[in-house]
């Protein structure tokens, strides 16, 4: 018997019917660089098409970005000064609680807005914890990732993002989150965060490249699987409510192993680095920008992820509208 399998590729109609991943809107989220001052959207050098806001013109970019059907955002911040404990992170009128107050204002309900909580953006050194005798503190570290969760729920935060990968994380935050009456904020974690090379346009971006080193101490190896779902694991019995594998078209087969082993919502997170290589591909006339964007999320979905954070998801908010993707 010949076995054919072109017959379910016939029509348009039918090949949206059976579709075998499944996108929504609702399952994206989209990331914001806010920067101290006032009036400010400029866009960013390294991250083409993408803009830095200031606290006062944040709204504006939530508005737009609410019109395409968005609704989820994750703030980073971008402090005036910085010093080598990162106090602007947890300042109570730092940039990110300011930029939250006056989305919440705005936009109570209409907009979800995750916050990343680390050190890396504020401190003088770049890394994402404090430095004790040349290495980065773990221990010491903890409490000021707790105190910047905490002032970031006070200030309206819908959920925090730990990313600054030091052991104990999660289970700080939850500590202090359940203890400042926010036992409902829940704790996305970057369980699986590997020290990536594609990270460079947001170093650019955030301005939080490290000064001496690198985060290899903290962030995984690329050449490890089982750590990742170890730290999964480990971040799930910590209490985290959503992990993170970041980044993502590198690590495919990661998400696919965590979306088996893990019993929580997996996010991931197509990173900078991911968008620049289709930005300037494309800008060089070598690929199609809009087909590369939705191949690429769409394979992050179907190696299991639940939830894409990505800079491209105005993009994809639209593909999903046409039916390009989803
Ligand atoms: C902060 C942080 C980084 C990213 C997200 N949170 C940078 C880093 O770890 O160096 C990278 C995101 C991206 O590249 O888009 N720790």
Same mark, same amino acid.
């Given at each position: 018997m010949e076995i054919r399998t072109r017959r379910l590729r016939s029509s348009e109609n039918l090949?949206?019917?059976?579709?075998? /991943?499944?996108?929504?809107?609702?399952?994206?989220?989209?990331?914001?660089?806010?920067?101290?001052?006032?009036?400010?959207?400029?866009?960013?050098?390294?991250?083409?098409?993408?803009?830095?806001?200031?606290?006062?013109?944040?709204?504006?970019?939530?508005?737009? !970005?609410?019109?395409?059907?968005?609704?989820?955002f994750l703030f980073f911040g971008i402090p005036e000064s910085k010093d080598a404990v990162g106090s602007g992170a947890y300042a109570e009128d730092g940039v990110i609680q300011n930029a939250l107050a006056n989305v919440k204002k705005e936009f109570a309900n209409d907009a979800y807005l995750i916050t990343d909580v680390c050190l890396c953006e504020y401190t003088d050194h770049g890394h994402c914890g404090i430095i004790k005798n040349g290495n980065v503190d773990n221990d010491g570290t903890l409490p000021l990732f707790a105190q910047t969760a905490l002032s970031h729920a006070r200030a309206g935060a819908d959920m925090? @993002?730990?990313?600054?990968?030091?052991?104990? /994380?999660?289970?700080?935050?939850?500590?202090?989150?359940?203890?400042?009456?926010? @036992?409902?904020?829940?704790?996305?974690?970057? !369980?699986?965060?590997?020290a990536s090379a594609f990270y460079g346009p947001f170093r650019e971006a955030a301005g939080s490249a490290p000064q001496f080193g690198d985060r290899k101490s903290y962030q995984m190896d690329w050449h490890n699987s089982r750590e990742a779902l170890k730290r999964i694991r480990i971040d799930i019995n910590e209490g985290a409510d959503i992990?993170?594998?970041?980044?993502?078209?590198?690590?495919?087969?990661?998400?696919?192993?965590?979306?088996? !082993?893990?019993?929580?919502?997996? @996010? !991931?997170?197509?990173?900078?680095g991911e968008y620049a290589m289709i930005k300037t591909a494309a800008a060089a006339g070598l690929i199609d920008e809009y087909n590369a964007v939705c191949e690429s999320a769409t394979g992050i979905f179907r190696a299991g992820a639940d939830i894409l954070i990505s800079y491209f998801a105005p993009v994809l908010a639209g593909a999903i509208k046409k039916g390009d993707i989803g």
């Open positions: 090949r949206r019917m059976t579709r075998e /991943t499944r996108i929504s809107v609702d399952s994206l989220v989209y990331p914001f660089f806010i920067r101290e001052g006032k009036g400010m959207t400029e866009e960013i050098p390294a991250l083409a098409g993408q803009i830095r806001y200031s606290p006062d013109t944040v709204a504006r970019g939530i508005e737009a !970005a609410l019109k395409t059907g968005l609704r989820s925090v @993002a730990p990313s600054g990968m030091m052991d104990g /994380t999660v289970a700080a935050l939850r500590a202090a989150l359940d203890g400042g009456g926010f @036992a409902d904020t829940p704790v996305t974690s970057y !369980a699986a965060k590997y992990v993170i594998v970041k980044p993502a078209g590198p690590c495919l087969d990661i998400i696919s192993k965590a979306r088996e !082993a893990a019993d929580v919502p997996l @996010a !991931a997170y197509s990173v900078s």
